[in-house]
């Protein structure tokens, strides 16, 4: 029985997970003396997290308890854009905190590439932002995924669909 078994490598992220945290940040922001009455305000949109606050130390902070909140909630840090500090009105700074979901060509074709330069008998297709890897035995899949943990790519990576 010559049967394949595949696998996709897709970069998401649980939603619930962040909106968790973005709630938590908030209340952590309410409650905390330092950061008590600097009417800072963090809104979570669908592609992107908007913090508004007083200075850029604030924003630091602020900073911090997000990827603290988001770390126990096993939300990958890689999912964060931070964009530029913008100076808003009245001497308040905002950043626009980007989401990444999917995986780009660029890191698409650099995934095959390393699976095709290192596993001879295992093919890999790019399939709009996700990639399917399918070989003849699941050991040489259970190694591709090791291999892929060991890489640094600029995503976070999810193993789904394992067939």
Known sequence: MASNYSFDIVSDFDRQELVNAVDQVVREIKGRYDLKDTATTVELGEESIDVNTDSEFTLDSVQN??????????????IFDFGKVESASGNRVRQEIKLKKGI?????KQISKLIRDEFKKVQASIQ????????KSKDELQAIIQRL???DLPVALQFTNYR
């Open 128 to 135: 709009g932002d996700a990639v399917r890897v399918t070989a």
């Open 149 to 151: 943990k060991q890489e």
């Open 104 to 108: 780009s060509q660029d890191i698409a």
């Open 65 to 78: 308890i997000l990827r603290e909140k988001a770390a126990k909630r096993n939300l990958s840090q890689k």
